[in-house]
């Protein structure tokens, strides 16, 4: 018997024979998830949901869906999200300092830049990567004319609510950069950083980028500093991201995360971490011993590919390390990362 079902037989098989006539052979893989989505409407149809929620919950699903569809054909490339504020003028340092972050990650390594499509500091972002290499994740409001001209129509999407363009943000990006900018800014900033810290993103590079002079991470990173004297997080949460007025150091940031590592993935409670090249045996010896404090059990060591990932064919040809990683040191795994692509620095909670 299936777990989740409308617990009428006419119905119920109604659902299957639809799942059926609908399903394609490339979609077939999906038919069990897909049936659970129809259930999940004819519940809400049945269960007296107010109008309100059940436009919220259509409109999430559309945007989604079509979010997926856009980014589908690019998920091969490697995309560093930009954020910043709306009101920078072409001839501020900021909005220069961004159009060409934005060039050189497309020009010289081959990236894709997404932004939030508005002026400011995403329309420098669109200007410097060029049409064919940004995506615009654009939110209406009614104080914004809509998204710059820098976006082509195909890779631009529009969205009702907040939420579901910054989950579109998070999903779909390598890589964060965050330039001077207001509420939202700070906000993407936060919520970025709580993702990450907590386990609900896998590790990014996270950089906070400024023009000299400007002044603007300073004071952001004095708050994030008392918050450690107070307790508030963890010494450790200060290795997730970088602070840097230095566009080169900016890019080596991003480039170096992904040197050795590729991507990570949890599998029967364990930390999978593939790699874009084998390490020595002698490196997995440093891990163990370096790293053992967040290793509650068992070993760092070299697998192939497991069951979960070769039945979904998630990326199987690539080496790989596994551990039963505690889930609440983060930042010491990002130390980890470094580690493993050869960029062992000082640990930021470490007294100069």
Known sequence: MRTYEMGDRDLDEAVDALIELAADTEGSNNADLIRELIVTSLKTLRGGTERGDVKLMN??????????LVFQRYRHVRKVTMYGSARVEPHDPNYELAAEFARRMVDEHQWMVVTGAGPGIMEA???????DYSFGVNVRLPFE???NPWVHESRL???????????TFVKES???VLFPGGFGTLDEAF??????QTGKSDLHPVVMLEAPGTGYWDPWVHLVDTLVDQGLIASDDLNLFTVTTDLDEAIAEIRSFYTV?????YV????ILRLNVEPSDALVEELNDQFSDIVPSGRIEMIGATKAEIATNDQIDLPRLRFRFDRRHLGRLRCLIDHLNGMDRPSRQEPE
């Open 59 to 68: 409109s999430t699903l559309k945007e989604l869906r079509y979010s997926f």
């Open 125 to 131: 972002g669109n200007r410097g990567a060029g049409s």
């Open 145 to 147: 004319a809509g998204a």
């Open 157 to 167: 999407i529009n969205y009702k609510y907040f939420f579901t363009r910054k989950l």
């Open 174 to 176: 390598d890589a964060f």
């Open 191 to 196: 919520e970025l950083l709580t993702l990450i």
């Open 261 to 265: 590592y590729h991507s990570q993935r």
């Open 268 to 271: 029967d409670g364990d930390l």
